[in-house]
């Protein structure tokens, strides 16, 4: 037994002694799908612009995404290729100016599971909030790596959604976590635009 206690104690400790991941964890992610876009052509269309230049105010005063800062960290789809979408990338580009701070572009809309690890795995976010702006069919990827991501287990019994309306583009799904464990889960209206939903 005693050595059973002790072994634990050291294996617990030798875990902070190397920042391991459990205790690096965001206490907030943030989820948004790019703005509107452009019946044709991978940019966004001139609402989606403005709707861009909107969500600084919103990330700087809103309290439901104001919690815990603003955000430590923006990350945006990369584009596969030359004409891949950068719509991502130009809907968070306002508020990046503003923070002063650089947008990841680290990960493609198909790496979820690279994304969430980089977040979940960055001492410098622990306690913080990370925001990500993405193609809204992958979104859901977002959310199901977040939360079979914690090493305390799976997420809290909370309601996870299957979809991101496709006609949507107005929301910001709001995860919060315990110790790398999400906790809750809540969709919100950005209410920015004219015609906005609530």
């Known amino acids: 037994m005693r050595k059973t206690l002790f072994n634990l104690f050291f294996c617990a400790a030798a875990a902070l002694a190397c920042g391991a991941p459990a205790f690096?964890?965001?206490?907030?992610?943030?989820?948004?799908?790019h703005a509107e876009k452009q019946e044709y052509g991978n940019q966004l269309s001139e609402k989606g612009f403005r709707r861009a230049e909107a969500l600084v105010n919103f990330?700087?005063?809103?309290?439901?995404?104001?919690g815990y800062g603003t955000p430590v960290a923006v990350y945006?789809?990369?584009?596969?290729?030359?004409d891949s979408s950068i719509r991502s990338i130009q809907t968070v580009t306002p508020l990046a100016r503003a923070l002063n701070i650089t947008i990841n572009t680290d990960f493609t809309r198909g790496q979820a599971?690279?994304?969430v690890?980089?977040?979940?795995e960055n001492p410098r976010y622990t306690g913080r909030m990370v925001l990500i702006c993405w193609q809204h069919g992958h979104t859901t990827d977002i959310v199901r790596?977040?939360?079979?991501?914690?090493?305390?287990?799976?997420?809290a019994e909370i309601f996870l959604p299957d979809e991101w309306p496709d006609a949507k583009y107005d929301r910001a799904w709001i995860i919060d976590l315990y110790r790398g464990r999400v906790t809750s889960f809540k969709?919100?209206?950005?209410?920015?635009?004219p015609g906005d939903s609530n």
Do not use: C, W
Not at 117 to 120: H, L, R, W
Not at 145 to 155: D, I, M, V
Not at 187 to 193: A, N
């Open 187 to 193: 969709d919100i209206p950005q209410r920015l635009l």
């Open 117 to 120: 690890k980089d977040i979940m």
């Open 145 to 155: 790596e977040l939360a079979e991501y914690s090493p305390y287990g799976p997420a």
């Open 76 to 82: 945006a789809a990369a584009p596969k290729n030359e």
């Open 24 to 33: 690096a964890a965001p206490a907030q992610v943030v989820i948004i799908r």
């Open 59 to 66: 990330f700087l005063s809103v309290p439901a995404v104001t």
């Open 113 to 115: 599971h690279k994304l």
